[in-house]
Every structure is written in structure tokens, then in C-alpha cells.
């Protein structure tokens, strides 16, 4: 069964059986006899075709997607428990700006504190770590926009001042893609100043500072990373964004704990 239920997931993940069978090492017409076995079993559908590749999940699918990754889960715990020293694996997801000049800053304690855990850490935009931790790839989340996490829990860590940096004049305007954190904040000061810019898209702040190191482009960017080589320009109280810790409600115990502990960390900061 429990194969049953990792392929499901894979499958409901992916809207695909072609690209779950390549995810998953397992042939395509195993991957449509175990989901055909599965919805037998639970006198349900899962799937309706549309065309040759694509499926579209029932509502049973959307229910029963929660009850499977819960499973796994519990199932891949109670392996770990039996072991004579139990350990705890926790995937932590980092937006950039948190991942590169703040999360540093408390990690080393985390891992002083939790010696039984094993940790894994991930660099993410926003929307990657939000759904990272929806589907159970990532434990607990960090994150810098402002978006909706629900039914995720949510806890406010700190606030982050943002800048215009570079130089003003340039009609370059340095961009981070559309789901990255602080892209928001570009669109919003953009309109704001009814600018006409032309938009250079690059998905690294670190590209993004070298370029303003030398004269070329500006942005809107967190301070925290910006060297004082960089000009910048202070905004209003609406550029301080507020960075966010978030996990599912039904954390494992060691897990849960870790969460409390980076909310306290964040509080020293």
C-alpha cells in the first residue's frame, strides 16, 4: 500500500503519468494499474483524462492528497523510531535574502540545540518554499513576500528594510522573477512613480549586487545585503517587509520544537 500511496502523490503532483513513471523509475503502465488498483480499493476516482498527457484531479483526489503525504510521513517516522537512537530529519527552506543574511546568524545554535536532528537545508524563492512545505518536501519555511500560505501556520520572525540601490539615472532596471520575494516590492515602487523603465530579469541577488557594484541598473533590494560601495535611497514604512517562519499544524514533536526555537532565534536578531 504504501507504494500505492507514494506513486498517488507523485502523480497528483505532477498532473502527469508520464513524467511521475520518469520521477519514480517505474514504468507507465505500472504507474496507471497501481492508481487503478488504488481507486478499486477506495471505490473512488482520482484522475479524468484530458488528452493524451494531461489528468485533472477529482475533489476525492484533492482529499485523499492530504490523507497520502500524511501517511508517508507517519509511516517513514515510525521507520526512524525504531532504531535504537531515533533520529529527526528537518528540511528548512529559505527564501534568498533570509538564506544568505539572516538564517546564518542562527543555524549554528540550532544545530548546538538539536543534536539528535539531522538537518537539510534548501535555497527556494518564496513560492518554491511555500509549496515545498504544502506538499511535505519541506519541513519548515522561510520566507520573504507577502502571499498567501494558507493553511499553513505562520509566524512573524522580523522586519526587513528595503532600499532603492544603485544608480537613479540608469534606465536599466534590475529585476528577480515573478516569484521572488522581493519582485513584489519592484512592481509596487515602479507604479507608484509611474516609471517607464526597461526591465533586465535576472533570479540571483548576488548577479544583481556585482551589476550595481559597477554603475549599471538599479532595484529595489533588501539593505542587509547591500555593501556601502552601493548608493541607496531610504523608502517609506511600506518598503519594511516582514519575514515570515512557516510549517504544517501537525508537525512531529522534534520538529515542531525546531520551529519554536528559530521564532525565539529570530527574536535576538
Not at 515545498?132 to 520566507?143: F, T, Y
Request: aromatic share 10%; glycine share 2%; net charge negative.
Amino acid at each position: 500500500m504504501l507504494e500505492h500511496l507514494k506513486i498517488f502523490i507523485k502523480v497528483y503532483e505532477q498532473r502527469n503519468f508520464t513524467k511521475a513513471s520518469e520521477l519514480l523509475f517505474i514504468s507507465q503502465p505500472t504507474i496507471s494499474t497501481r492508481i487503478k488498483q488504488l481507486e478499486q480499493q477506495l471505490q473512488t476516482h482520482f484522475f479524468i483524462r484530458k488528452g493524451p498527457k494531461s489528468i485533472v484531479p477529482t475533489e476525492a483526489a484533492h482529499t485523499f492528497y492530504q490523507y497520502a503525504l500524511k501517511a508517508v510521513d507517519d509511516f517513514n517516522q515510525t521507520v526512524e523510531a525504531l532504531h535504537e537512537e531515533p533520529r529527526t530529519r528537518c528540511h528548512i527552506a529559505c527564501s534568498n535574502t533570509i538564506a544568505i543574511h539572516y538564517f546564518p546568524q542562527t543555524f549554528p545554535s540550532l544545530v548546538a540545540q538539536f543534536p539528535a536532528v539531522d538537518f537539510k537545508l534548501s535555497l527556494y524563492n518564496s513560492a518554491e518554499v511555500v509549496e515545498g512545505v504544502k506538499q511535505h518536501h519541506v519541513d519548515i519555511g522561510l520566507i520573504e513576500k507577502p502571499i498567501d500560505t494558507y493553511p499553513l501556520q505562520k509566524t512573524a520572525l522580523t522586519t526587513d528594510e528595503l532600499v532603492l540601490a544603485g544608480n537613479v539615472d540608469s534606465p536599466y532596471w534590475l529585476m528577480r522573477e515573478t516569484d521572488s520575494g522581493v519582485h513584489f516590492f519592484n512592481e509596487l515602487y515602479i507604479a507608484e512613480h509611474n516609471m517607464n523603465v526597461q526591465f533586465i530579469y535576472l533570479n540571483s541577488n548576488e548577479v544583481i549586487v556585482e551589476l550595481l557594484k559597477q554603475g549599471f541598473g538599479k532595484t529595489i533590494l533588501s539593505k542587509k545585503g547591500l555593501p556601502t560601495s552601493i548608493p541607496t535611497e531610504k523608502l517609506s514604512e511600506r518598503y519594511l517587509r516582514t519575514l515570515y517562519v512557516l510549517s504544517r499544524e501537525d508537525l512531529p514533536p522534534q520538529t515542531a520544537d525546531v520551529y519554536n526555537a528559530i521564532v525565539q532565534a529570530f527574536s535576538s536578531i
